[in-house]
């Protein structure tokens, strides 16, 4: 079965940067995604990545700040965020789609992260 435990979250401040990481297990093609959930706000897609690394897509919010990259050895998948805002608080998630079809939306995605906290202070 499909396991993705995130690491990385904390506390930054506002123009920082940080890294998450995703090591993934059971997991071969499909969708890596990244999504995030801000406190009484519904779950939001952040960006995605292929299997291969090959192809990218990234929401309007986070476009030109963050990043996503995968280390095929390590089987990890890395979110890599700078000038981060206050906005950007939230919980983020690591997840998986099986298929081979892109998908920004939240509901879509098989499996989950438990999910590391982001803090940006002003």
């Known amino acids: 079965q499909v396991q993705l435990v995130e690491s990385g979250g904390g506390l930054v401040q506002a123009g920082g940067s940080l890294r998450l990481s995703c090591v993934a297990s059971?997991?071969?093609?499909?969708?890596y995604g990244w999504l995030r959930q801000a406190p009484g706000k519904e779950r939001e897609f952040v960006g995605c990545i292929n299997w291969m690394g090959a192809s990218k897509v990234y929401a309007e919010p986070v476009k030109g700040r963050f990043s996503i990259s995968r280390d095929n050895a390590k089987n990890t998948v890395y979110l890599d965020m700078s000038s981060l805002k206050p906005e950007d608080t939230a919980v983020y998630f690591c997840a998986y789609r099986i298929d081979n079809v892109v998908t920004t939306t939240p509901s879509a995605y098989n499996y989950w992260g438990q999910g590391t906290q982001v803090t940006v202070s002003s």
């Open positions: 059971g997991s071969s093609f499909g969708w």
